[in-house]
């Protein structure tokens, strides 16, 4: 049985830290790119980070470019998401992506940043 799950949401200051954790399970995590993708409140879903599973290719959204640091370990089956420097605009339901020859998705984790 296929699952992923993402832990580390929580309320952060402007300003602050969290990192987003995501374990996967049921699939051969190695050959798939991973991503983590955020939605606000009455907004579509996006991208915000990704990590190729051949190359090792990183790639972010413009507005989290020098803040946010996605990672991954094959070994452990799992993607972190190292986010720095939050701003309001941040939050969001957090969601880790699987995707290969079949598509994969966490069930979220919500992000708030206020002061």
């Known amino acids: 049985q296929v699952h992923l799950v993402e832990s580390g949401g929580g309320l952060a200051q402007p300003g602050g830290s969290l990192t987003l954790s995501c374990v996967g399970s049921?699939?051969?995590?190695?050959?798939?790119?991973v991503s983590w993708h955020r939605q606000a409140p009455g907004k579509e879903r996006e991208l915000v980070a990704s990590f190729s599973a051949t190359g090792r290719r990183t790639q972010y959204d413009d507005s989290v470019k020098g803040r946010f640091t996605i990672s991954r370990d094959n070994l452990k089956m799992t993607t972190d998401l190292q986010m720095n420097d939050l701003k309001p605009e941040d939050t969001a339901v957090y969601y880790c992506n699987a995707r290969a020859e079949n598509d994969y998705w966490g069930q979220g984790t919500q992000v708030t940043v206020s002061a």
């Open positions: 049921g699939f051969a995590f190695e050959w798939y790119d």
